[in-house]
């Protein structure tokens, strides 16, 4: 999976201190990935790739939610972001820690072997 995030802002940075990635299928944690602390300058996007392995099997709870899915051709799986970044204002100014509210989208994934075909997720966070 591709993660991009955007700093459109032509005087504020970010300092990306801490990001962890988790992937939820109907209530169900299966994916967990803490990616790197980076950097991000003005108006440039970053990507990341979180890699999402299931950790231990699943519950058998979501059996009817899991054969429904795949019968419409698609999985929704739920990627939410836990955050910790600094902010730097012009050149000089750095403010402290922040942790802005969880970042929470639906992506669609396509059934192997159906002909349905990934479509990007755009999600917009408000932070402050």
Same mark, same amino acid.
């Given at each position: 999976?591709?993660?991009? #995030?955007?700093?459109?802002?032509?005087?504020?940075?970010?300092?990306?201190?801490? #990001?962890? *990635?988790? *992937? #939820?299928?109907?209530?169900?944690?299966?994916?967990?990935?803490?990616?790197?602390?980076?950097?991000?300058?003005?108006?440039?996007?970053?990507?990341?790739?979180? *890699?999402?392995?299931?950790?231990?099997? *699943?519950?058998?709870?979501?059996?009817?939610?899991?054969?429904?899915?795949?019968?419409?051709?698609?999985?929704?799986?739920?990627?939410?972001?836990?955050?910790?970044?600094?902010?730097?204002?012009?050149?000089?100014?750095?403010?402290?820690?922040?942790?802005?509210?969880? #970042?929470?989208?639906?992506?669609?994934?396509?059934?192997?072997?159906?002909?349905?075909?990934?479509?990007?997720?755009?999600?917009?966070?408000?932070?402050?």
């Amino acid at each position: 999976m591709d993660l991009s #995030i955007r700093n459109p802002n032509r005087r504020v940075a970010f300092y990306w201190d801490r #990001i962890e *990635a988790r *992937a #939820i299928y109907d209530g169900y944690r299966f994916g967990y990935d803490a990616l790197p602390a980076f950097y991000q300058g003005h108006r440039t996007t970053t990507t990341l790739h979180p *890699a999402f392995r299931g950790q231990q099997a *699943a519950p058998g709870s979501f059996a009817g939610t899991f054969e429904r899915e795949k019968g419409e051709g698609s999985f929704y799986v739920q990627v939410e972001l836990s955050t910790k970044l600094r902010i730097k204002v012009l050149r000089f100014v750095k403010l402290g820690h922040f942790k802005p509210r969880k #970042i929470d989208c639906v992506v669609k994934l396509p059934v192997p072997g159906s002909s349905g075909s990934f479509e990007r997720t755009k999600c917009h966070v408000d932070w402050f």
